[in-house]
């Protein structure tokens, strides 16, 4: 809640920020941050208790954070305080406490006062629910309009005008406008992905690093099912070229900031920024002529664009969960044998407006997306799950609002055995969204992608196109972990022609695939069944002439 002084004068500062219950032992580095600007003299931070002034000059420009212990906040953050409140290390100002403050992890509240007077008070569990972890953020008058946890980013809403944009897809040409985009870098290469272990990819990175280009390397340390062998012979190859690997992980005391590092980015020469759905791997960058995902993907020509891009990925390497990972020698990722005939090739537009969408960060931006949506929504996603039993998708429901509203929306999903073999996969949901359709008359339809006519080994896609003209091309998956909890990265493009480009593809997914699998008739056990049931004829028949 934020208090207004008598007068009606709002304070210029504000609590923002802090974290009550952190990971270290005894939450020595919890912390608050205040923002604004102006002298700090009449300022107080107190729980009713204890608290703490600021010594006399002090003054805020923008903001500051105060930890109760600077050694521990070092820890946990990799860099100092602006302040602390315990005097453990004589390189950081400490504010004047009264009694030491010690913020309770589940009942607690924090009091600003401004000359004496109140004028912000923040409470848990009244005003925000704590947990282990997470971090209480103020946006606007609204405090944690999303889960934030320790070492996450917190960037805004962006966008970017007049962007040069090259759209491609997997696995028609995909490896094909890796290499030209590697092969073009002259000073700088900054990739981020879940997983790498196409040696090829990894030729490439090698071969920039020969002819002097600066390049850093960022993977999922604890992807599911581990590292396999193939990345860690990748990642090996890589290292030994002088090119430095990082993982992200968890160590003894402090988790890694996301779930997972999901997301798939590369920032070339501070120019360009490579944007995929897809892994680095031959399923996902397939060599020229083999099967493999269906995927989307682009390169983005915009300084700007690719210093916000760099901003991310310079952020992610920052906190104490990226370590150096060396790899091993071993057994390389071979490509498949299926051959997939081409038929998308690389395109090239002028003009879009670009917006980035990163998770956690800005994912709401595709509820927005949909929402935007006036004739048509077409989705092509690798799965969708929902919420809860009882509880859609908050994507699905949006999307289903808009037919609701009269939007035609297609949803097309994969077919991959391991997605429609359960009791509770794509199959079942595109039965679901179609009991939906046809209960209430609405101009929705889903399907299960027909792989082999298309020769795709799977659709591991995460897109979205609206209205022919946006589209987003992203690593984000439709379940509750991937937008909330997992480091994502993808952008919404403003623009006919690149929108316009994935609806051809789009259209070729759709076309030939099914509403559900088809199910192959069991004769076997018809037959099984039709001798029991005359065998229980003919036994009751007797049982009567007896």
């Known amino acids: 809640m934020i208090c207004v002084v008598p007068g009606g004068a709002i304070s210029q500062v504000r609590i923002t920020e802090f974290c009550p219950d952190p990971y270290l032992h005894d939450d020595a580095d919890e912390y608050i941050v205040l923002s604004g600007n102006g002298p700090l003299d009449g300022i107080t931070v107190s729980d009713g208790k204890s608290g703490f002034r600021f010594p006399p000059g002090s003054t805020l420009m923008g903001e500051c954070t105060v930890a109760r212990n600077g050694t521990a906040f070092i820890q946990s953050h990799g860099q100092p305080p602006d302040y602390e409140w315990q005097d453990t290390s004589p390189s950081i100002p400490d504010v004047i406490s009264t009694k030491t403050l010690r913020m309770a992890n589940t009942n607690d509240v924090l009091m600003l006062y401004e000359n004496g007077q109140l004028v912000q008070q923040v409470a848990w569990p009244a005003d925000v629910r704590p947990r282990e972890g997470q971090v209480h953020f103020l946006e606007g008058d609204v405090w944690d309009p999303r889960p934030l946890m320790l070492g996450q980013s917190h960037f805004s809403p962006a966008e970017f005008h007049d962007v040069t944009v090259t759209a491609f897809v997997s696995p028609d040409c995909s490896d094909e406008v890796f290499g030209m985009a590697i092969g073009n870098a002259s000073k700088e290469i900054l990739l981020n992905v879940y997983e790498f272990s196409n040696p090829s990819m990894a030729d490439a990175l090698t071969g920039a690093r020969a002819r002097g280009v600066g390049v850093q390397v960022l993977v999922e340390g604890g992807p599911v099912g581990g590292i396999g062998q193939e990345e860690k012979t990748a990642l090996w190859q890589v290292n030994r070229s002088g090119i430095p690997v990082y993982a992200m992980v968890s160590t003894k005391t402090i988790p890694a900031p996301y779930r997972y590092n999901h997301a798939k980015y590369v920032v070339i020469d501070r120019q360009n920024v490579l944007i995929a759905s897809e892994n680095f791997k031959y399923s996902g960058f397939a060599a020229e002529g083999t099967t493999g995902n269906r995927g989307w993907g682009v390169i983005l020509g915009d300084p700007a664009t690719a210093a916000y891009f760099a901003s991310v990925f310079q952020t992610d390497m920052s906190g104490p969960s990226v370590v150096p990972y060396p790899g091993e020698p071993g057994k390389n990722e071979t490509p498949s044998t299926e051959q997939h005939t081409v038929e998308f090739t690389p395109r090239t537009f002028e003009g879009a407006t670009v917006r980035p969408v990163l998770a956690p960060d800005t994912s709401t931006q595709i509820t927005d997306l949909i929402n935007s949506a006036e004739q048509t929504i077409d989705i092509e996603e690798a799965y969708i799950t929902n919420e809860t039993r009882f509880t859609l998708n908050p994507y699905l429901s949006a999307a ?123 004769y076997l056990k018809i037959a099984v069944a039709l001798l029991v049931v005359a065998a229980l004829l003919v036994y009751w028949y007797y049982r009567r002439r007896r």
């Open 400 to 522: 289903i609002n808009a037919s609701r509203r009269g939007v035609h929306v297609r949803v097309l999903l994969d077919s991959y055995w391991f997605n429609v073999d359960g009791k509770n996969d794509n199959d079942e949901m595109v039965a679901l969204i179609n009991h939906i359709a046809a209960a209430e008359h609405l101009p929705l339809e889903a399907r299960c992608a027909e792989l082999r006519t298309n020769q795709i080994e799977k659709i591991h896609n995460k897109g979205v196109i609206v209205d022919g003209k946006r589209v987003l091309v992203s690593s984000i998956n439709w379940n509750s972990n991937s937008p909330n909890f997992n480091r994502e990265a993808g952008v919404i493009i403003d623009h006919p022609g690149v929108a316009g480009y994935f609806s051809a593809v789009f259209e070729d997914d759709w076309n030939p695939s099914v509403t559900s699998p088809v199910t192959e008739t069991d």
